[in-house]
T-cell receptor, first 116, second 111 residues
Framework: AQKVTQAQTEISVVEKEDVTLDCVYE???????LFWYKQPPSGELVFLIR??????QNEISGRYSWNFQKSTSSFNFTITASQVVDSAVYFC?????????????FGKGITLSVRP | NAGVTQTPKFRVLKTGQSMTLLCAQD?????MYWYRQDPGMGLRLIHY???????AKGEVPDGYNVSRLKKQNFLLGLESAAPSQTSVYFC??????????FGAGTRLSVL
């Protein structure tokens, strides 16, 4: 069975600090997909990134970067120079398949508060 | 750009009442999902559909029914609401690329 663990429940930082959100996953499959979603205070879920298990390259998108390490089953998310607008709940998720069976298993989420 | 639209946004029910939550997507996605979000639990899959006329159970299906009569719509029904079903409900849809796009959520309280 697949499992996603987000051990950090709440993180509070001051604006402009860097912050890393941890995600550890468990799966028996060799093909799988990892995701990060953002849930701002308004409540909607916003897709941030998808990574498949064969692509271990780190990804950078503006102030956001993701570090995928299969050796430690981790897919960590770093926000550089955090801003107040980054305050949200962040979910890591795992899908063991694509297409018709691409059910997501979510972690419990990390609440990030960025103080001015 | 509508994307995934959920109706209603808020609802208060009394124990034993029934209701239907509507999810509509305009992205021509094959796959649709219903999740519930509870404090400290993340999102848990209730039911999902891989195409028009098909549905399947997720992780927490008890007390819910679903129907997918049209490709663009996915309905979630509560036949006899219980306080344990107080939650925020999210609908999502995806294509074969398996990126799920979510609606804004429905906040349901069962008294």
């Amino acid at each position: 069975a697949q499992k996603v663990t987000q051990a950090q429940t709440e993180i509070s930082v001051v604006e402009k600090e860097d912050v890393t959100l941890d995600c550890v996953y468990e799966t028996r499959d060799t093909t799988y997909y990892l995701f990060w979603y953002k849930q701002p205070p308004s409540g909607e879920l916003v897709f941030l990134i998808r990574r498949n298990s064969f692509d271990e390259q780190n990804e950078i998108s503006g102030r956001y970067s993701w570090n995928f390490q299969k050796s430690t089953s981790s897919f960590n998310f770093t926000i550089t120079a955090s801003q107040v607008v980054d305050s949200a709940v962040y979910f890591c998720a795992l899908s063991e398949e694509s297409g018709a069976n691409s059910k997501l298993t979510f972690g419990k989420g990390i609440t990030l508060s960025v103080r001015p | 750009n509508a994307g995934v639209t959920q109706t209603p946004k808020f609802r208060v029910l009394k124990t034993g009442q029934s209701m239907t939550l509507l999810c509509a997507q305009d992205m021509n996605h094959e796959y649709m999902y219903w999740y519930r979000q509870d404090p400290g639990m993340g999102l848990r899959l209730i039911h999902y559909s891989v195409g028009e006329g098909t549905t399947a159970k997720g992780e927490v299906p008890d007390g819910y029914n679903v129907s997918r009569l049209k490709k663009q719509n996915f309905l979630l029904g509560l036949e006899s609401a219980a306080p344990s079903q107080t939650s925020v409900y999210f609908c999502a849809s995806s294509s074969v690329q398996n990126i799920q796009y979510f609606g804004a959520g429905t906040r349901l309280s069962v008294l």
